[in-house]
């Protein structure tokens, strides 16, 4: 029935996408996200929080993009699920408060009793940083229902034990070298009409739209998987990000770590150029594989050039070899982080990136 489906609604089902369209738009882009952040900074609560902090002595880890599904053959999270629980566990352990960016739970292809079911041990770490006041949960498209379904209320509070608000955004104040800083924070998703428009659109993405795509496995152009979405989401969220004064922004969404403004893989091949003038061959072998690895998970060169450093990515916790990526807030410094598996087949963190807050350029 699948298959006769699939060639019966395949070209239907695509014209429709791009009809709704998950391709950003640069003036919905800009007016979504300065309509959340006028809502969080004006009338913090609803939409989102003002949070000040200590940049040399407040900690903070944000995640993004786990997509926890059933165990089933199309859960993106099952290889990662032993990273993100020993990345919680340390970070909970130090002390950091945890930014949850959205899209932690893949509710587009899944039962929410079903992700509920076979992500106990993910939940239950999670609920620590809860009942520490220290966990702040942020919607996204895949898991829009957090935001949209009148029963999920009910369902957060019996999946953590306790009531769970939900929000779009989050902004983090600061002063570092005597200058005000705000760190801007959402999944991304905004602009994008398939997932970013009124409550109706909302209900009939999460509840209609995304389980039909998920049942015909018909799978149009998202940012998280096509590369040229992945260059225009960039560009529009730096864009953004570049106008504003003394603010950093962080998003998820395409699951593409970007650093200041770079992704990662662009720094990998900024270091390679140097090692090979140096001529040092270990470190251009060491490189190359990196490049190799990140191409490989879908990352490609953008085609554009900056930069201030107002734009980061989280990229995303469910890298098909089960590594994780993240950012780090902490002692005045911003990190890209990710944690592996090593040859022992042991978690382990690794900075991938980092700069002191104080050095951005703004």
Not at 12 to 38: E, F, I, M, Q
Not at 113 to 132: C, D, P, Q, S, Y
């Amino acid at each position: 029935m699948r298959q006769f489906l699939q060639r019966l609604l395949n070209k239907p089902v695509v014209k429709l996408a791009d009809k709704l369209s998950s391709r950003p738009d640069r003036k919905r882009v800009d007016k979504a996200l300065n309509g959340l952040y006028l809502q969080i900074t004006t009338n913090p609560g609803k939409k989102g929080l003002v949070l000040p902090f200590d940049a040399h002595k407040d900690k903070f880890i944000i995640l993004s993009d786990q997509h926890k599904g059933a165990r089933d053959g199309a859960d993106v999270f099952a290889l990662a699920e032993k990273n993100y629980i020993a990345a919680l566990d340390y970070y909970y352990k130090n002390r950091f408060f945890y930014i949850n960016l959205g899209d932690s739970e893949e509710l587009w292809e899944n039962l929410l009793i079903t992700v509920k079911r076979h992500n106990k041990a993910t939940f239950e770490i999670e609920e620590k940083f809860l009942k520490r006041k220290a966990f702040i949960k942020i919607f996204g498209n895949h898991d829009l229902y957090w935001d949209n379904d009148p029963l999920a209320a009910f369902n957060l509070q019996k999946i953590y034990g306790q009531k769970v608000s939900i929000y779009e955004g989050v902004v983090l104040k600061t002063t570092v070298n005597k200058k005000p800083l705000e760190i801007y924070m959402t999944h991304g998703h905004q602009g994008d009409l398939q997932s970013d428009g009124n409550w109706f659109s909302k209900w009939f993405v999460s509840d209609i739209w995304g389980p039909f795509q998920a049942y015909l496995r018909i799978n149009p152009n998202t940012p998280a998987n096509n590369d040229q979405l992945k260059t225009a989401h960039n560009r529009m969220m730096y864009e953004w990000s570049s106008k504003r004064k003394n603010m950093l922004l962080i998003t998820g969404h395409t699951h593409q770590p970007v650093f200041k403004s770079v992704t990662h893989l662009e720094k990998l091949y900024e270091e390679l150029e140097g090692a090979k003038k140096a001529n040092e061959k270990p470190q251009v072998e060491e490189l190359q594989k990196q490049i190799k690895g990140r191409e490989n998970k879908g990352d490609r060169m953008p085609d554009f050039n900056g930069y201030l450093d107002t734009y980061f990515n989280s990229g995303c916790c469910c890298f098909d070899d089960g590594d994780i990526t993240g950012i780090e807030l902490a002692n005045g410094c911003i990190r890209l982080i990710k944690w592996q598996y090593n040859a022992n087949k042991e978690c382990e963190r690794l900075v991938l990136e980092e700069s002191k807050l104080g050095d951005l350029k703004l």
